[in-house]
């Protein structure tokens, strides 16, 4: 048996990508198992702190979800580790490569068809669970109200504006790698950059219409009491919408979208449907906490900054012949002679299909400080606006989305982007004492 010291970089590559995807199934699948466990042993009674709020009915839809998605994760989870095993050591997108150079001359259109192919066919894998998340899982708790022709719909112009904006984009940084010398990296982050701000900045005008309606805040009370809200926050945007999220899901949510003089604020209409006018109030406070602590700036910096070292490692891996060996793919001869090749396409898939394995570990902390920021952002609201409110209206979204209130504390720290229920609202004050009414 070869010791550490005769094995090569690409054995090594593929032992460590190999244990580190072993190593994150393993942790999953505990942290899935400590939440389906904790969820099912707290479902029949409703913590003390909410019994006056939340019914029993409706605590046990909120498990009974809860546990329906832990399940259904597992099993897309294990989906995923075949999928990404087929496409690196098993061979998938070293044939896949090979298929296209017997059908074309290497270049730059065999590389974005490579691309595109690869997409396609990533998709078409995952389409069952799609579906099954849509028209199964979210129908039984009647949270779904997409229908096939609208599903379809969305999934046509998706596919391509995604052909439209990736490939242009795809083609602007596999020529920087090509073109640009050691530091193509550099300049691929420069373009990669600015192409995100730029998406931020189109994205409410020009890209979501084509999937939502949006209509502008008719409600003229409630449009006086939020621009009130925003004024006194020093906040200004460019319109107030209502968007119809009814269309496709019960589910209820408010954004803020866009980028400069394009911000907009956008409620749900479900949303306008389950809360008061004081509670929407209370609830775009938070999300104006977020703006007034930068919170989005700064993880638009922390992202950046994130994506130039991703940039930096890509433009050494690519270089590498056992980055692509390692990982089960055989790169063009002239790489190994420092000649110039057209395995770029095949370094970026490789270095997204791996990227996420190594670094799953780092998950905790971004949703600490994500959890952080919210907490930053209630107390905020509750500056601005109700405490109480603001708590009701958390009381509303916890139920009708059936979000549970005993996830398993492991869990949570783990993955959890906001707070538990019992924590965040243990930090504001509870509204009055309400009977609180069986869910359908």
């Known amino acids: 048996m070869p010791t550490t010291n005769?094995?090569?970089?690409?054995?090594?590559?593929?032992?460590?990508?190999?244990?580190?995807?072993?190593?994150?199934?393993?942790?999953?699948?505990?942290?899935?198992?400590?939440?389906?466990?904790y969820v099912a042993q707290h479902r029949h009674e409703v913590p003390q702190s909410f019994a006056s709020h939340i019914s029993l009915a409706a605590h046990q839809k909120a498990a009974d979800y809860t546990l329906a998605k832990a399940r259904f994760g597992l099993l897309h989870m294990a989906w995923g580790a075949v999928i990404l095993l087929g496409w690196t050591l098993l061979g998938g997108l070293n044939a896949l490569q090979g298929a296209l150079l017997q059908w074309m001359e290497p270049g730059m259109v065999q590389q974005l068809v490579l691309l595109a192919a690869f997409a396609a066919i990533s998709g078409l894998l995952d389409l069952p669970f799609s579906l099954y998340q849509t028209f199964v899982l979210e129908a039984r708790f009647g949270f779904n109200k997409n229908t096939p022709a609208i599903w379809l719909g969305d999934l046509l112009k998706s596919t391509l504006l995604a052909a439209i904006i990736g490939l242009p984009i795809a083609w602007i940084i596999l020529w920087f790698m090509g073109a640009t010398g050691s530091l193509w990296w550099l300049w691929a982050w420069g373009i990669w950059t600015g192409f995100q701000l730029l998406l931020m900045w189109i994205f409410p005008t020009y890209i979501a219409p084509l999937f939502n309606k949006f209509e502008p805040l008719a409600d003229e009370s409630l449009k006086a009491r939020v621009t009130s809200l925003m004024k006194r926050c020093g906040f200004a945007a460019k319109g107030l919408f209502v968007m119809d999220g009814s269309r496709r899901s019960a589910h209820a949510n408010a954004y803020f979208t866009g980028f400069g003089a394009s911000k907009r604020v956008v409620f749900y209409d479900t949303l306008l449907k389950q809360l008061s006018p004081e509670e929407v109030e209370a609830v775009l406070a938070h999300e104006l906490g977020h703006f007034k602590?930068?919170?989005?700036?700064?993880?638009?910096?922390?992202?950046?900054?994130?994506?130039?070292?991703?940039?930096?490692?890509?433009?050494?891996?690519?270089?590498?012949?056992?980055?692509?060996?390692?990982?089960?793919?055989?790169?063009?001869?002239?790489?190994?002679?420092?000649?110039?090749s057209y395995d770029d396409a095949l370094a970026l898939l490789l270095f997204i299909l791996a990227l996420p394995v190594f670094t799953f570990w780092i998950a905790p902390l971004m949703a600490h400080f994500s959890r952080r920021d919210e907490f930053e952002a209630d107390a905020y609201a509750m500056q601005q606006?109700?405490?109480?409110?603001?708590?009701?209206?958390?009381?509303?979204?916890?139920?009708?989305?059936?979000?549970?209130?005993?996830?398993?504390?492991?869990?949570?720290?783990?993955?959890?982007?906001?707070?538990?229920?019992?924590?965040?609202l243990a930090r504001m004050p509870l509204p009055a004492t309400s009977n609180p009414v069986s869910a359908a």
């Open 293 to 340: 602590h930068k919170h989005i700036t700064k993880r638009m910096i922390g992202m950046f900054a994130l994506s130039l070292v991703g940039f930096a490692v890509l433009g050494w891996l690519s270089q590498q012949v056992w980055f692509y060996t390692g990982l089960g793919v055989l790169p063009s001869a002239a790489l190994a002679f420092g000649q110039p």
């Open 6 to 37: 005769e094995l090569s970089p690409s054995m090594l590559l593929t032992l460590a990508f190999a244990i580190a995807l072993a190593l994150q199934l393993l942790v999953q699948l505990w942290l899935n198992t400590r939440q389906v466990r």
């Open 385 to 424: 606006a109700s405490g109480a409110a603001l708590a009701s209206a958390l009381l509303k979204l916890y139920e009708d989305n059936a979000s549970t209130l005993t996830p398993d504390p492991v869990y949570a720290r783990y993955y959890y982007s906001h707070p538990p229920a019992v924590e965040r």
